[in-house]
């Protein structure tokens, strides 16, 4: 019942103020974190848990597939803020196999809205169609288009107005592509980081 959440949160506020009496009184002062986590709203992907991080040092931005929509105004405004007041040093981009968008873009079937917003991933799809008829695993298929679609949203960041701005100005900024692992809750790097106006210019080139 939805009252329980209200139990559960004074139990876990008294819990946390016993390991650590400090604990809010920290939190309430100024958030000033290193890292923005661009992932996916899979309630099975808790950001700062799988980091090892607390609440204000991970400014987090979820969506469904992990997507660094250029067209969406919500995702644009947290990312503009980060950069811009927030000064982070990272922007991560944490993308999960098995996800259920992936999935969704993948079977060719409508499911509505959710569509409009799978364009991206329905693109890479289309776009590497023949490299994914040859995966005859169907789950294979799924995962590897988390990777697919992770990388994209790398490149597609690193050609962000706000990202190339950073740059210009000198601000030390990279974005990493990650992939996180359900069955043993690990992250993995793809090794697609761009960190710099030139490894854009490759990364754009390839």
Not at 66 to 87: G, I, M, R, Y
């Amino acid at each position: 019942m939805i009252e329980d959440l209200f139990e559960n949160n004074i139990r876990w506020a008294a819990a946390r103020a016993r390991v650590d009496p400090e604990y809010f009184r920290r939190l309430a002062a100024q958030q000033s974190p290193d890292y923005l986590w661009v992932g996916c709203s899979d309630s099975r992907v808790p950001a700062n848990e799988i980091v090892g991080l607390d609440p204000g040092e991970l400014f987090v931005h979820r969506n469904v597939a992990n997507l660094a929509a250029p067209q969406d105004a919500n995702f644009l405004s947290v990312l503009q803020f980060a950069l811009e007041v927030l000064k982070v040093r990272h922007v991560i981009v944490c993308g999960h196999y098995g996800c259920g968008g992936v999935r969704a873009a993948l079977t060719g079937q409508r499911h509505g809205l959710i569509d409009h917003w799978l364009q991206p991933v329905h693109a890479i799809c289309r776009r590497e169609a023949e490299a994914l008829e040859a995966i005859i695993d169907f789950d294979a298929r799924v995962n590897d288009v988390c990777e697919r679609n992770v990388r994209e949203q790398v490149a597609g960041l690193a050609g962000n107005p706000f990202v190339q701005e950073a740059w210009r100005r000198g601000q030390r900024l990279s974005i990493p592509g990650w992939i996180y692992a359900i069955e043993d809750g690990l992250l993995r790097d793809l090794e697609t980081t761009i960190d710099g106006p030139r490894a854009a210019r490759r990364s754009a080139a390839r």
